[in-house]
């Protein structure tokens, strides 16, 4: 059963001691997501990413190595998040609720995938949808959560996401967990 203040005050916990390793996990993403080619794989990298915050919402200690751990899925994580934003977009244009309601019923597309690297891009969608059934107010207002400290890294000009992101990644893992078992 799903508890959002449980689950962040879990994904604060999760991420104490663990931030320098996040931090460069991050940096390493950025920097390897700003070349053409890099582009190309954060899809795979972003796979790597929900492996490693699913980790730490299982109190594993982050590893680097692990952001790449789902390189060989570079062409299923590319087209899922093309086909994605692609569903995403024609449901916006029947206007903006129905878009937002979309993008959140597929946003656990990634964690299945990074999970069950085998998986088509749209069994993923559809395992998505399914487990988020029931469960997108709860995302909504588990993300809106975070809307203080999302003011804080435009405050801070991007330095609070340092913090902002381990913290945010390990508790919508934790989200996908609960909802997911």
């Known amino acids: 059963m799903f508890n959002?203040?449980?689950t962040k005050l879990d994904a604060k916990e999760q991420i104490?001691?663990?931030?320098?390793?996040?931090?460069?996990?991050?940096i390493i993403m950025g920097l390897i997501s700003m070349t053409v080619?890099?582009?190309?794989?954060?899809?795979a990298m972003s796979l790597g990413l929900c492996l490693i915050f699913?980790?730490?919402?299982n109190d594993e200690k982050p590893n680097i190595?692990?952001?790449?751990?789902?390189?060989?899925?570079?062409?299923?994580?590319?087209?899922?998040?093309?086909?994605?934003?692609?569903f995403v977009m024609l449901w916006t244009f029947l206007f903006i609720i129905?878009?937002?309601?979309?993008?959140l019923s597929y946003s656990m597309g990634p964690?299945?995938?990074a999970e069950n690297p085998d998986w088509t891009a749209r069994e993923c969608l559809d395992e998505s949808k399914r487990i988020m059934k029931g469960n997108i107010g709860k995302l909504f207002v588990l993300l809106l959560s975070f809307f203080p400290w999302f003011l804080l890294i435009m405050i801070t000009f991007g330095i609070a996401?340092?913090?902002?992101?381990?913290?945010?990644?390990?508790?919508?893992?934790?989200?996908?967990?609960?909802?997911?078992?």
């Open 98 to 103: 129905p878009g937002i309601i979309k993008a």
């Open 37 to 43: 080619i890099g582009a190309i794989f954060a899809p």
């Open 16 to 26: 104490k001691g663990n931030i320098g390793t996040m931090v460069l996990i991050i």
């Open 54 to 57: 699913i980790g730490m919402s």
């Open 111 to 113: 964690y299945v995938l």
């Open 4 to 6: 959002r203040k449980q």
């Open 65 to 86: 190595a692990d952001l790449f751990k789902r390189a060989n899925s570079f062409a299923r994580a590319l087209w899922l998040m093309i086909i994605t934003q692609f």
């Open 161 to 181: 996401s340092i913090y902002v992101m381990p913290y945010v990644g390990t508790t919508v893992a934790g989200f996908y967990k609960s909802i997911r078992d």
